[in-house]
């Protein structure tokens, strides 16, 4: 074998070892950085969604009323129109940062996971949407300017399903947004165990940079002494 053959295996094996090394490092800093913001997507989105279910509540929880009448600078014993209406909306806005911070991840799953993991977060803002519109309407329209028709009164059960959960069954509403909850999950979770998966490929990595260095010290060692 010649020898120039010899002296330059080694160091041809070195840069061919470093070479898929940095291909597995940027590889792996890119699984990385997607299982984190897997992890954030899933996170924020389960915060939505126990948003929506607060929101949607159909008890009250302790002071809303008094705190509402007080905002709008009514007496706290004295009940507002369409307040069943005014309480949601008012539960909406004490809860949007949630929704906000979800835009951000939305566009950056939109960017790593696709089309479909941002399809998700757009099904869970209808139903918020959703939810708006119907306490909108129904703390807009005052009862003395409301006719008991059956289309009226077919439209204000309407909103009633939209703003209480489980006044529907079933509850389109609510059923949207556990399906949109479950497809995401579906999406994102594979990218939460990428980093193990790229574990064999950084372990086999350090082990041929240790043989290669090896082979470079053999082949040094093998040269004639000038």
């Known amino acids: 074998m010649p020898t120039w053959f010899t002296t330059l295996t080694p160091y041809v094996l070195a840069l061919v070892t470093w070479s898929l090394g940095f291909w597995a490092w940027r590889y792996q800093l890119r699984a990385k950085r997607r299982t984190e913001l897997a992890e954030e997507a899933l996170l924020a989105f389960a915060n939505a969604v126990d948003a929506m ?3 949607r509540a159909p008890m009250s929880f302790a002071g809303e009323h008094a705190a509402l009448r007080k905002e709008l600078g009514e007496p706290e ?27 951000r991840v939305q566009l950056l799953c939109k960017y790593h996971f696709g089309e479909a993991a941002h399809d998700a977060f757009e ?22 300017n409301w006719e008991p028709t059956p289309e009226n009164m077919k439209l204000r059960r309407e ?37 193990a998966s790229l574990l064999p490929i950084a372990v086999g990595w350090r082990a041929g940079k240790a043989r290669a260095a090896a082979l470079i010290r053999r082949g040094d060692s093998s040269k004639p002494a000038e």
């Open 77 to 103: 014993d004295k009940k507002l129109p369409g307040e069943d209406y005014r309480i949601i909306l008012w539960r909406l806005g004490r809860r949007n940062e949630r929704f906000a911070e979800l835009r």
């Open 159 to 195: 909103w009633q399903d939209a703003i209480w959960a489980g006044a529907a069954h079933p509850d389109p509403i609510a059923d949207a947004v556990s399906a949109a909850q479950r497809d995401l999950e579906a999406i994102l979770t594979p990218h939460l165990r990428a980093d």
């Open 123 to 144: 099904r869970l803002h209808h139903a918020r949407h959703r939810v708006w519109v119907a306490a909108h309407m129904g703390a807009t329209v005052r009862d003395d």
């Open 53 to 55: 279910a607060s929101i």
